[in-house]
């Protein structure tokens, strides 16, 4: 029998589902009307395609796919995509078939999301049969993790004395290490789930990470826990030491 909390969950995710479904409509109808023919596809990737979205912390996340992309096109995309930001995501990405085509070697990591977790939204399908190039996969994992390590460190150091602030980072942070840490596991030769929780039991298993700091943070996000219940301050120091220990396996690959 399910609890109420869990009833309560379910409930709220079904509303987050069908709010989702709306403005989605609503942007392909507003793509559509911009572009026309022009319009070739239209790709919902990422936490939502995979029904794993958190409102207040996860996006939606879509590739727009142009004939050609030129400053004619950038124009008329102004109103649809500053209306799309207003509704607190990110710009779509905005290719030519031409680009999605001859680019998966320098966007590797993008280019395996997409067609590990995309819906066709509208338009042909340009993603179920690409072929991504992974000579440099490696390389870019280890950067980006990098990267995104030392960029919480930054804004971490100016938010310590501000709890609020600090857990507010963590959570919205811990999005982009489950998908970096997806593709450590990939390129360790694992299979890696889709799931943010199931990512973090795979990471565990794999490269020996303590769990209990990333599903602390999933338990805020999905409102399991009120985010007062996280000191925020201990858990920053056990959650980068973490993320250094998968850099250090993907450091450690063959090059």
Request: charged share 30%.
């Amino acid at each position: 029998m399910e609890t109420p909390a869990a009833v309560g969950r379910r409930a709220t995710g079904s509303k987050i589902e069908d709010c989702m479904e709306s403005v989605l409509s609503e942007l392909l109808e507003k793509l559509t009307k911009t572009f026309g023919e022009r319009l070739v596809s239209v790709v919902l990737y990422g936490s939502a395609a995979v029904g794993d979205h958190h409102e207040g912390f996860s996006d939606l996340n879509v590739l727009c796919v142009l004939d050609q992309v030129t400053t004619r096109e950038l124009a008329q995309s102004e109103t649809v995509f500053r209306w799309w930001r207003g509704k607190n995501n990110p710009a779509p990405l905005l290719l030519s078939e031409h680009e999605v085509q001859t680019s998966t070697d320098c966007f590797a990591i993008e280019f395996h999301d997409i067609k590990s977790h995309h819906r066709i939204l509208q338009g042909k399908d340009v993603i179920t049969n690409l072929a991504v190039d992974n000579s440099f996969y490696r390389a870019q994992v280890e950067h980006d993790l990098r990267a995104k390590l030392l960029r919480l460190r930054q804004k971490a150091s100016c938010s310590l004395s501000d709890k609020e602030m600090l857990r507010r980072l963590l959570a919205d942070s811990i999005s982009t290490f489950c998908v970096l840490f997806r593709h450590a596991l990939i390129l360790n030769g694992v299979a890696a789930k889709s799931r943010k929780r199931e990512i973090i039991e795979q990471a565990r298993e794999t490269f020996g990470i303590d769990a209990l700091p990333f599903t602390r943070l999933l338990d805020v996000r999905e409102e399991r826990i009120k985010p007062r219940e996280l000191e925020p301050g201990p858990l920053l120091d056990s959650y980068l030491k973490q993320i250094s220990i998968v850099i250090d396996a993907v450091d450690r690959l063959e090059k």
